[in-house]
Structure formats: structure tokens, C-alpha cells
């Protein structure tokens, strides 16, 4: 995990390369007389750069572009793999991540699941939107010795549905999953699986859970809370790992401290800071924004999320020298 020496000399070498190679960086340097020079740490980067509108980066509206990814990617970058956003709460937006990118986060996946205690040579089911989430997740679990069996599933428009009561509808959405799970289970030994909270009671219905062997359960998506997670634990008996993340920010992972608080890292290609409204830090166990800030040889943008969560503190057992958040939740 980064320190914050590596941090800042992370986050100056991305500037250079992105100020020099990046349309929409080289222009917004120019607009604003910033340097590379003045820009020698991750608060320097904060200072002048700061939060972007989330609205500038590339969406697709009407099977369409509405700005051209390649704005937003240094010139010299060949080898690219775009990232899209599952489309879940609103327009799907892309931007794109390097090979190296991809690397790093494989193996961030697989130090987090060795510090979590997850077993090896385990099959798993990942349920899930097309994209690199399946990419960096059907290769780390082949890597460690198992098979991943992806189901893919539409999930644009679904938290919008939930929120307005179509709950019945949801459900339906999620039959055709479920019958490819019954197939998967009836074939193979599975270990472990990739679930949202809302799910389970469906995979309960069909007796799904008692045709596994699992070892380990894993969770995504905002529908994850301390009680779901309590619940989870005392329901299953499993080990419980997961991360909060998205096409921008890769996986952050949740780390237990023996509580049921959804305690979130950030990778090494990401700072996550909890924020107030002057876009200063708050106090440690206090409550604020997330202001997230990528950073690397594909990706250099920083913005202030929906979400909110508590700060907490780094993880020097677990060699996390930067600070986490717990417990977030989303406005919309």
C-alpha cells in the first residue's frame, strides 16, 4: 500500500505526464497558469487543481458520446481498456485505464484477499455489469487457482426502480441470473460468490446457498450496510470480505476490526479524503464527503462523490498508511 511519500511522488509524476499529454489537463493548465512545478504533492494538487465537475468526464447519452474519451488520456498512451460505469444511478460514464492500471489493481485484489484470510483454489460465482470489474476479477480468481463464473446483468436504471417502489419488477429482472446459478452449482463446487444484499433472499428461495460449499462471501454495491453485514455474518457463518469502488476508482476494501463497520482503504491508485463543505478534512470519526483523487499513467481526476462516510484512521498492521472511510451512504 502507499505511503504518503509515494503518494505525493505519485501524484507529481501523474501532473507532468498529464499536463503535458492530456487535452483536457494541458488546457486547464494553460487556463489556470498552473505548472507541474508548483504541483510537488497530493495537498499542492488539492490546492490548485481541486475537485472537477463530475459532468465533464465522457457519458454515453443516446448510444452516444457527449465529449471524446480520448480528451482525457495522455496522447502517448496506446494500450488502452475503457472503464464504464454500470449505469446504475444515472447516465453511464468511460474513461479509460492502462494495462499497468489493470496490473496494480489484479494484485491489490489478491494481497486484500490474502490479508482477509480468503482460501485459495476456490470457484466462484461473480454476478455483475459487463466491464473491468469482470476483467480484474475472473483474472485474480484464476490466478489464485479457481474458476470464475461470470453472469453477466443489466443493472442501468435499477437503484432509480428500487428507490420508486418497483421492487417486484427488480426482482424479475434478476430471474435469468438466477436460473444460470441453479446450472453452475448443479456442475460445479463452488467456494465463493460475489452478492448485493437484495439477492440473497432470492438465491434462499431456490435453495441455491445448500448446493454450495462457500467458504467466502463477497460483497459490492451501496446496498451494503453494518446491519446487512452483521447479519450476514451471523446468518452464514462465512467469511465476509468486499469494497466500495466504481469504473473510476477501482475497488477500495473493507478490512474488519472485529465490529460490523464497512471499514474502506483506498488502493493504490486512489486518495480518498472525508471532507466538510470547505472541502477540509473533518476530525477523525466524524462524518463528511468523499472527495476522491486517481491518479496514474492513464486516469488524473479529482471529484467530490454523493457519498458520505465517517474518517478513520490508517491500518499500519495491515501496512495502510493512508486514511480509510466507514460506513458510506449515498445521496442522490
Known sequence: MLSKREL?????????????????WVKYAKKHKISPRDIESYED???????????????????????????????????????????????????????????????????????????????????????????????????????????????????????????????????????????IVSEEKIGGMVVVPFIIPLLQERGLFEKMDLRVMAFGGMEMSPEVLAGLKREFGLKVVGWYGHFLLGPCFHFDDGSNNLNYYPNPLVKVDVVDEDGELVPYGEEGRLRITRFGDDVLWTQLENDFAKRIRPRRDLDIHLDGFSNVYRKL
Open 45 to 183: 494538487f488539492i490546492c490548485h487543481v481541486g475537485p472537477q465537475p463530475e459532468e465533464k468526464l465522457p457519458r454515453i447519452v443516446g448510444g452516444k458520446f457527449t465529449v471524446d474519451p480520448k480528451l482525457f488520456k495522455p496522447k502517448s498512451l496506446k494500450e488502452v481498456f475503457p472503464s464504464t460505469s454500470s449505469g446504475t444511478t444515472g447516465p453511464q460514464k468511460v474513461v479509460f485505464w492502462s494495462k499497468k492500471s489493470n496490473e496494480i489493481i489484479v494484485r491489490y485484489y489478491d494481497e486484500c484477499l490474502d490479508l482477509s484470510g480468503v482460501p485459495r483454489d476456490i470457484n466462484w460465482i461473480i454476478p455483475g455489469p459487463e466491464g473491468l470489474y469482470r476483467v480484474h476479477l475472473e483474472r485474480v480468481v484464476e490466478e489464485r487457482g479457481g474458476k470464475a463464473f461470470f453472469i453477466p446483468v443489466e443493472t442501468r436504471g435499477l437503484k432509480r426502480k428500487l428507490m420508486e417502489g418497483k421492487r417486484e419488477e427488480v426482482m424479475r429482472h434478476f430471474d435469468p441470473m438466477l436460473e444460470r446459478v441453479e446450472e
Open 8 to 24: 505525493d511522488l505519485a501524484i507529481s509524476e501523474a501532473v507532468r505526464l498529464h499536463f503535458k499529454e492530456t487535452p483536457y
